[in-house]
Protein backbone atom coordinates (compact mmCIF):
# COMPACT_ATOMS: atom_id res chain seq x y z
CA UNK A 1 0.00 0.00 0.00
CA UNK A 2 2.77 2.45 0.53
CA UNK A 3 3.53 2.45 -3.18
CA UNK A 4 -0.67 2.96 -3.53
CA UNK A 5 0.06 6.21 -1.21
CA UNK A 6 3.00 7.75 -2.53
CA UNK A 7 1.32 7.39 -6.03
CA UNK A 8 -1.84 9.88 -4.07
CA UNK A 9 -4.14 6.81 -4.19
CA UNK A 10 -7.11 7.07 -1.71
CA UNK A 11 -7.75 4.42 0.32
CA UNK A 12 -11.41 3.80 -1.14
CA UNK A 13 -9.21 2.81 -4.50
CA UNK A 14 -6.60 0.69 -2.29
CA UNK A 15 -9.60 -0.87 -0.64
CA UNK A 16 -11.14 -1.73 -3.67
CA UNK A 17 -8.31 -3.22 -4.86
CA UNK A 18 -7.18 -5.16 -2.19
CA UNK A 19 -10.76 -6.81 -2.55
CA UNK A 20 -10.46 -7.88 -6.32
CA UNK A 21 -7.58 -9.41 -5.19
CA UNK A 22 -8.96 -11.76 -2.50
CA UNK A 23 -12.28 -12.15 -5.11
CA UNK A 24 -9.82 -13.25 -7.38
CA UNK A 25 -8.00 -15.88 -5.35
CA UNK A 26 -11.58 -17.01 -4.27
CA UNK A 27 -12.65 -18.31 -7.83
CA UNK A 28 -9.16 -19.70 -8.31
CA UNK A 29 -9.82 -21.82 -5.19
CA UNK A 30 -13.56 -22.41 -6.59
CA UNK A 31 -12.19 -23.48 -10.16
CA UNK A 32 -9.86 -25.80 -8.44
CA UNK A 33 -11.99 -27.44 -6.63
CA UNK A 34 -15.03 -27.66 -9.33
CA UNK A 35 -12.02 -29.23 -12.02
CA UNK A 36 -10.69 -31.55 -8.56
CA UNK A 37 -14.63 -32.68 -7.90
CA UNK A 38 -14.41 -31.63 -4.21
CA UNK A 39 -18.25 -30.87 -3.32
CA UNK A 40 -16.76 -29.49 0.16
CA UNK A 41 -14.32 -27.19 -0.93
CA UNK A 42 -16.45 -25.37 -3.36
CA UNK A 43 -19.17 -25.00 -0.55
CA UNK A 44 -17.03 -23.11 1.59
CA UNK A 45 -16.30 -21.24 -0.90
CA UNK A 46 -19.81 -20.30 -1.35
CA UNK A 47 -20.12 -19.62 2.35
CA UNK A 48 -16.79 -17.08 1.84
CA UNK A 49 -18.45 -15.41 -0.86
CA UNK A 50 -22.05 -15.15 0.54
CA UNK A 51 -20.09 -13.90 3.79
CA UNK A 52 -18.34 -11.24 1.82
CA UNK A 53 -21.19 -9.84 0.01
CA UNK A 54 -22.92 -9.61 3.16
CA UNK A 55 -20.25 -7.71 4.61
CA UNK A 56 -20.11 -5.28 1.39
CA UNK A 57 -23.98 -4.59 2.02
CA UNK A 58 -24.04 -3.57 5.28
CA UNK A 59 -20.68 -1.41 4.20
CA UNK A 60 -22.60 0.20 1.56
CA UNK A 61 -26.12 0.73 3.81
CA UNK A 62 -23.84 2.33 6.65
CA UNK A 63 -22.94 4.99 3.83
CA UNK A 64 -26.14 5.30 2.71
CA UNK A 65 -28.62 7.63 3.86
CA UNK A 66 -32.08 6.63 5.06
Known amino acids: TV ?5 R ?3 A ?5 LALVE ?5 IHRAA ?3 LG ?5 QAVDQV ?14 GTPV
Open 38 to 42: IPAAN
Open 23 to 27: DAGLL
Open 49 to 62: LWESGVQEARHAAV
Open 13 to 17: EIGRA
Open 9 to 11: VDF
Open 3 to 7: PAREA
Open 33 to 35: ALL
